[in-house]
């Protein structure tokens, strides 16, 4: 069982940064891929960012490459999502979650309640 709590959100001019964290509990933590995810409202929940268990591999959706960047400490059991140059279409609740197998699959095993993030304009 592992168990997710996100923090780090909030409300953020377009153009500026935010830092996302998600701390784990639980077994096996360094064992999973950890990802994030987004939903806006009125919108499906879309892929973000994954990242390995063993930090060899990062994957990233299109419309994130180059301004976010996934990281984790295993030591700490927490990933990390951070966002640059934000834009209002980046607004929505983001949420942490984990899975034992493949990071691109948007049916993982475990997440988090979520945490807003608003960007305006």
């Known amino acids: 069982q592992v168990q997710l709590v996100e923090s780090g959100g909030g409300l953020v001019q377009a153009g500026g940064s935010l830092s996302l964290s998600c701390a784990a509990s639980?077994?096996?933590?360094?064992?999973?891929?950890m990802g994030w995810f987004r939903q806006a409202p009125k919108k499906e929940r879309e892929f973000v960012a994954a990242?390995?268990?063993?930090?060899?591999?990062?994957y990233y959706a299109d419309s994130v490459k180059g301004r976010f960047t996934i990281s984790r400490d295993n030591a700490k059991n927490t990933v990390y999502l951070q966002m640059n140059t934000l834009k209002p279409e980046d607004t929505a609740v983001y949420y942490c979650?984990?899975?034992?197998?493949?990071?691109?699959?948007?049916?993982?095993?475990?997440w988090g309640q979520g945490t807003q993030v608003t960007v305006s304009s």
């Open positions: 979650a984990a899975t034992d197998s493949s990071p691109l699959n948007p049916n993982y095993d475990y």
């Open positions: 990242i390995r268990w063993d930090i060899r591999s990062t």
């Open positions: 639980g077994r096996l933590f360094s064992d999973y891929y």
